[in-house]
């Protein structure tokens, strides 16, 4: 990605956490937070990733609430963004990294309690740990 790109796209995730948090009052978008933006070379479109913790359910109202929202967003972006003549198309996109870091962190926090209440972890006759049990 070039410089400019990177400095585009970082501008973009700014303001629209920005416009989520003050200027968005739509129920259906709670706890949210925007982790990474990707605009295309042609500045036509802009995916937005965004992160939240719950279920599917909640996940599918956010993005409900986002669409419903995008064209004000889009408005919004317009109205801040400097350099830029055509504000590009919005699409959201859901971010399961948040997610997938909890359930490491929850595997980590198994392995360093069995660990401590003496369960070895390793194999017999190696120094390799045994994988996990899913």
Partial sequence: MSERL??????IKKEVSSILATEVKDPR????SITDVEVARDLAVAKIYFSQLGDEEERARTLEG???AKGFIRTELAKRLRRVRHTPE???L????LEHGTKMDAI????????EDGVSNEQPGTDRPVPPRS
């Fill in 6 to 11: 990177a400095r585009l796209a970082q501008e």
């Fill in 29 to 32: 978008l709670g706890m949210i």
């Fill in 66 to 68: 986002l669409e419903r």
């Fill in 90 to 92: 919005i699409v959201f």
């Fill in 94 to 97: 859901f971010d399961p990294s």
């Fill in 108 to 115: 980590l926090k198994t392995l360093q309690i069995t660990k």
